[in-house]
């Protein structure tokens, strides 16, 4: 029996309510010697009272020294081993915009990026076009024909769309293309098994027509695919935990992974207080929320201190209208850290904070890194908030007699 089968055995079905709140890459590092984090620099009154009236602690995603993917981060935070049930980002773009996938589908996800006339990667996400662009350059790719499969282009947000091959006996044991830094040319497609060998060959024919679709188009003249993979079943969060789950979020991505572990997905305006006019709006209607925050990321991944600074900043004024609606168990952290410094992922635990009326306070003052690692939750996996959560909010039966 593993974690999720003795929670499932043990997850009772109450009114209580819980509100993970998930600043996307929320942890940072200093861009100088004995400087703050992005969070310590952040004025966050808010955020720190919370802290030290809750349990905290740090999480790892993955596992010591990892850096995840967005997909197993979050995978983690919901409480499914991110090894064992891994689902390439491709999956869950397509998910997120809610394309029709059937079995054997293999999806993928593209970003649009730059080259120079040497085909060396200049712009890894093509200045970050606007979606309407990207939506005029999906329907571009859209066009291409490959013998033998289907294919179809969507676009997503900005510079992320998704292409989908359909036909029989495809692999998706194949690489990134995306070389995932500037200075190098897309990396070419290596075949992990007899099926993807085949695929590749096709997706080699789409790329090299895309190559030649889009070169007038600067400054996304290019495609990076990444995320290969094919579509497959997950158990409900209903099933494991007997939560009625809502997911709110912005990006289309972290959609399609609320929807594939059953998450209801609720449709907030543009605007970061959009979210919790959402959560607002559908309080009596869940008993789990998952509220993400997605520009914490974005800036870190961009090398922007000061607007991931802001980015918190403006979720910590949301604070008290979270806390109007009284959950009975709170979870504020990350999927993982993005800090500035290093414009990526990175492997550094992040703070986590859990509070409800039977937490434990603790000695953090401050909702950060360095206070975070002084609590009480010491060192966790991230798999492990979902039955910690439960645990706060009274939906847990004991176990063994």
């Given at each position: 029996m593993d974690h999720q089968d003795l929670i499932k055995e043990l997850a009772r079905e109450t009114e209580t309510r819980i509100v993970f709140l998930v600043m996307d890459g929320l942890g940072g590092l200093p861009v100088e010697p004995g400087g703050p984090t992005e969070l310590e620099a952040a004025n966050t009154p808010n955020l720190d009272k919370l802290a030290a009236e809750s349990s905290c602690g740090t999480c790892d995603p993955i596992a010591y020294g990892v850096t995840p993917g967005s997909g197993p981060g979050h995978l983690a935070l919901f409480g499914y081993d991110p090894v064992k049930?891994?689902?390439g980002r491709g999956v869950l773009e397509a998910c997120g915009i809610n394309f029709p996938l059937k079995p054997g589908d293999v999806a993928i996800r593209i970003n649009f990026c730059t080259v120079d006339d040497k085909g060396v990667v200049t712009d890894r996400r093509a200045g970050r076009i606007s979606t309407d662009k990207c939506r005029e350059l999906s329907a571009e790719l859209d066009r291409i024909e490959v013998p033998g499969v289907e294919v179809f282009v969507t676009p997503v947000k900005e510079h992320r769309a998704a292409v989908v091959f359909r036909g029989e006996g495809l692999g998706a044991?194949?690489?990134?293309?995306?070389?995932q830094v500037t200075g190098k040319p897309p990396a070419p497609l290596k075949p992990g098994?007899?099926?993807s060998e085949a695929t590749a060959g096709?997706?080699?024919?789409?790329?090299d027509k895309a190559k030649e679709m889009l070169a007038p188009h600067h400054p996304a003249n290019m495609i990076l695919l990444r995320g290969f993979d094919s579509f497959k079943k997950y158990p409900t969060f209903y099933e494991i935990y007997k939560l009625k789950a809502a997911a709110?979020?912005?990006?289309p991505m972290y959609k399609g992974l609320a929807q594939l572990v059953g998450m209801d997905i609720k449709k907030p305006g543009d605007e970061l207080p959009d979210l919790m006019a959402c959560l607002e709006e559908h309080w009596n209607d869940y008993t789990f929320f998952f509220v993400h925050v997605k520009k914490t990321d974005s800036y870190g991944e961009d090398g922007n201190f000061e607007a991931k600074v802001k980015v918190i900043e403006a979720v910590d004024e949301l604070v008290p209208r979270l806390l109007k609606l009284e959950p009975d168990a709170l979870v504020v952290t990350g999927d993982h850290s993005t800090p500035a410094?290093?414009?990526s992922h990175s492997w550094h635990p992040l703070p986590v904070l859990v509070r409800s009326a039977y937490c434990r306070p603790d000695e953090a003052a401050e909702f950060s890194e360095?206070?975070?690692?002084r609590g009480s939750l010491g060192r966790i996996p991230s798999v492990a908030l979902i039955p910690i959560a439960m645990a706060n909010a009274l939906k847990l039966a004991?176990?063994?007699?």
């Open positions: 049930w891994n689902m044991a194949l690489n990134d293309t995306d070389p098994d007899p099926a096709l997706v080699n024919q789409f790329l709110i979020a912005h990006y410094l290093l414009k360095h206070a975070c690692a004991k176990f063994g007699a």
